[in-house]
């Protein structure tokens, strides 16, 4: 069974930085692209960052400069750096491969 769990939300002040860390197991995990969504209380889930089997990335617009998405196929990881982050970023954060999802990570940006 694949799982995926994610870590390092917390709570931040605007203009601050998170990594976002997200662990697969029970798949050949370097093979497939990654995807981290986020969702918001009363919005959709929104794709983040998608990292492909080839490195190639793409982003929601409104994050493109200032998070970076990356990978580690060695230790079956990925990563969403978020910088310069702001009250909209605020969301539920999660990892996607396939169909598999993980639970969460919450991520509050507030002063």
């Known amino acids: 069974q694949v799982q995926l769990v994610e870590s390092g939300g917390g709570l931040v002040q605007p203009g601050g930085s998170l990594r976002l860390s997200c662990t697969a197991s029970?798949?050949?995990?370097?093979?497939?692209?990654v995807g981290w969504y986020r969702q918001a209380p009363g919005k959709e889930r929104d794709l983040v960052a998608r990292?492909?089997?080839?490195?190639?990335?793409n982003y929601l617009n409104s994050v493109k400069g200032r998070f970076t998405i990356s990978r580690d196929n060695a230790k079956n990881m990925v990563y969403l750096q978020m910088n310069s982050l702001k009250p909209e970023d605020t969301a539920v954060y999660y990892c996607?491969?396939?169909?598999?999802w993980g639970k969460g990570t919450l991520v509050t940006v507030s002063s």
């Open positions: 990292i492909y089997s080839t490195g190639s990335t």
């Open positions: 029970g798949t050949i995990f370097s093979i497939y692209a």
């Open positions: 996607n491969l396939m169909d598999h």
